[in-house]
């Protein structure tokens, strides 16, 4: 008998490795983590991807022949970034221009104050002797001034090749208006260094700002290889293993695409993973009426916080990942180094620090067995939050001696014991998290109070609700898929890409019949990436937005514009929406001033497979039946008794007051005493704040 049909979602975190598997038949999910494994992440995968296949019965190559739909995400770019171990890349530019990346607008290295004595310089990714010009040049306009001089582009590509360069960046000025020259530039790099990875600017963000544009390539080039070797690799494996069907890669921008459609970008895999969970908000928010979400995702290494404003996702194009610009379209989340497997430490001064070093998923907490430092995991099970016994359903004993004996290196310095000790830890991870919280909405102009949050993550369902309570947070909710939220934010991702087009006017000066060309240019090379992994014309979704600023701002603001033929009367609407939607923003708005368009931008999208949560049946709201144990907790001053309840016997209906706790086979639910809680249909935990309607 052929298996049912089936759709994979896999995500690569610093810890552990989450398969989501959905069996269409029964609309079932089933919940896998394995250990990520750094020095080879597809090792990890495919240890993943085995145990689902066990948990089905079936072999892994019959597990993987039910596979229509592999989606997959990897903080793999990223870690290569943060860690510094990239290629050795070099870069091909404009003659005299190379210094670009070094200037990079007399910006500042991030996280220094005016109160450091020494400031040290920026350090680009690529050095200076490995940036080379070549004459060429193209205007502003389009023109070709100068044609590329082969021989000497050639000659480069040699130098770099012998300097032992594995990546090169592509960087023109104005090849946003015209590629030809960076087009030529890579085909030379292809043929004199097949093996080199090559990546061109006007590939990476094909608009204007050169400063952004170059280093954002230079970012895509350095983790370009190792990128792209994994990729090759696992779907070399994959196929071994009997997979047949499409593997679609996360991407920055919130959106999937296939292998060959990215490859050559791989600055769009930063993020991949993370940028997935405020889709998995947006749908969870849909089923409880809401649309003000606080999408928040704990993971081993790291928090993730991202907004959901009347149901949109926001994106930006000012993010900084390691000191690092990166310009391309991305989904705003900030993020802090605050994990499970955070690592808690003294500093110069004698305080206490959770993060941002954290101890992986090799060594891992001190509860792992291997590891010896404390961190916030060993602090959770030191205070009773977690039990030794039932960590992943019981596939992982935890050593709580071990977390004890970590957590003695701190205690003694602060002079506290040892539980004194895991509190602190706990209650300022806590505190760093709310912090971030502020940073990303308070500080906008964004009440956290009318917002519900969506706490995911490994860690996120321990702590969610003890920030929303220092926060105010009126209302939590922790799906039934947490441990694995950003694996389920996939199954609701759009696949398609972003397409942009600089275009500098003011609105009183520009022509609509130009905008209408670009447009359409943009929705035809669309149509064409759709066309190459068979998606119908009449399937694909395209969102127009203009980027927009008054005369003399230096930040714009994203405009919709309405689709059809692009008229005077739609640049006009645009220029009104840019109004109202900087009073949304910023609470004010200057109609006195002129108005001026920066990028054009259009994503293209199709659907991807619809699916539903399963429903529970219900139970009313006595959740007596659950009970499991009663477990001695640390809840701020002293031990106290907590009713401890198994997940799997909860049904619809159930209330349950806190402090309590509720253990699942992939996570632990710790519910704060100023909280209720009630299991919604599709098993997910909605905490209420007492008190609160």
């Known amino acids: 008998m052929a298996p049912n049909p089936k759709r994979l979602c896999v995500d690569i975190g610093g810890t552990f490795t989450d398969c989501l598997v959905l069996d269409e038949a029964t609309g079932q999910f089933s919940l896998i983590k394995s250990p990520t494994t750094p020095s080879d992440p597809s090792d990890g995968f495919m ?55 070094e200037i990079r607008r007399a910006i500042k290295p991030l996280h220094i104050s005016l109160f450091n004595v020494f400031i040290p310089p ?6 200076r002797s490995l940036r080379l010009g070549v004459p060429e040049r193209t205007l502003y306009t389009g023109e070709i001034l100068e044609p590329l001089n082969d021989d000497e582009t050639a000659a480069a590509v040699a130098k770099l090749q012998a300097e032992g360069v594995e990546a090169a960046a592509v960087c023109f000025l104005h090849s946003y208006a015209n590629p030809t020259n960076e087009r030529r530039a890579a085909e030379i790099v292809k043929s004199v260094a097949p093996d080199m990875y090559v990546t061109t600017s006007h590939e990476t963000i094909h608009v204007w700002r050169e400063f952004e544009r170059f280093n954002t390539t230079a970012v895509g080039a350095y983790v370009g290889p190792a990128v792209a070797n994994y990729l090759r690799r696992l779907e070399e494996r994959l196929k071994q293993s009997g997979f047949n069907g499409s593997l679609l890669m996360m991407l920055a921008n919130g959106l999937v695409q296939s292998v060959d459609q990215c490859i050559d970008r791989a600055v769009y895999f930063l993020h991949s993973g993370p940028a997935a969970a405020p889709s998995g908000a947006r749908f969870l928010g849909e089923i409880e009426g809401k649309d003000q979400l606080l999408s928040v995702d704990m993971g081993g290494t790291s928090f993730d916080v991202g907004l959901v404003r009347h149901g949109e996702i926001p994106t930006t194009s000012e993010s900084w990942v390691a000191d690092q610009r990166v310009a391309i379209r991305m989904v705003d989340i900030e993020s802090v180094g605050t994990g499970g497997g955070s690592i808690a430490s003294i500093d110069s001064l004698g305080l206490l620090r959770v993060g941002p070093e954290s101890a992986g998923a090799d060594p891992g907490p001190a509860c792992f067995g291997k590891g ?16 030794a016994d039932f960590f992943l359903g019981g596939d992982i004993d935890l050593d709580v001696e071990r977390s004890k ?38 500080k906008r102009g964004y009440d956290v109070r009318q917002a519900t949050m969506i706490g995911g993550g490994g860690g996120g369902p321990v702590h969610a609700g003890f ?32 397409y942009a087009r600089s275009h500098v006017r003011r609105v009183d000066a520009a022509e609509p019949s130009e905008i209408a060309a670009l447009y359409q240019e943009m929705e035809a090379e669309a149509l064409a990436a759709f066309e190459k992994i068979g998606v119908k014309k009449d399937l694909v979704k395209f969102r127009r937005t203009i980027d927009m600023r008054y005369i003399g701002q230096f930040h714009e ?73 009663i477990r001695q907790c640390y809840f701020g001053e002293e031990f106290i008794d907590v009713q401890v309840y198994d997940g799997s016997k909860l049904t619809a209906a159930n209330e349950i007051p806190g402090p309590a706790i509720i253990e699942e086979t992939t996570t632990t639910v710790v519910i704060p005493e100023n909280y209720d809680c009630l299991v919604n249909a599709n098993k997910n935990y909605v905490l209420t704040r007492k008190g609160e309607s």
């Open 467 to 498: 920030i929303a309570d220092r926060l105010n947070i009126p209302s939590v909710i922790i799906p039934s898929v947490a441990s694995l939220y950003s694996a389920f934010g996939m199954y609701a991702m759009d696949i398609g890409e972003d």
């Open 372 to 387: 010896d430092e404390p961190t916030v995991t060993d602090a959770d099970l030191v205070l009773g939050m977690l039990s």
């Open 47 to 101: 240890d993943g991807v085995a145990k689902a296949a066990k948990e089905f019965g079936e072999t892994i190559e019959v597990f993987l022949g039910s596979i229509g739909v592999l989606i997959h995400g990897t903080t793999l770019a990223t870690n290569v970034l943060l860690t510094g171990k990239g290629a050795k890349t070099g870069m091909l530019t404009t003659q005299n221009f190379r210094d670009f990346l």
């Open 557 to 629: 603001v994203e405009v919709d514009v309405e689709g059809g033929d692009f008229t005077a009367e739609s640049l006009a609407n645009a220029a009104e929406g840019f109004g109202a939607k900087h009073f949304e923003l910023f609470t004010f708005q200057m109609p006195w001033k002129g108005v001026e368009l920066l990028t054009l931008r259009v994503k293209a999208t199709t659907p991807n497979a619809p699916f539903q949560l399963p429903e529970i049946s219900s139970g009313g709201p006595d959740a007596g039946a659950a009970k499991k144990l």
């Open 122 to 127: 920026n350090r680009p990714l690529i050095p």
């Open 405 to 442: 004996t970590a957590i003695e290196k701190v205690a003694k310095s602060l002079e506290m014991d040892v539980v004194e000790a895991a509190h602190s830890i706990f209650t300022l991870a806590n505190m760093s998290m709310a912090d971030e919280i502020i940073k990303v909405s308070t």
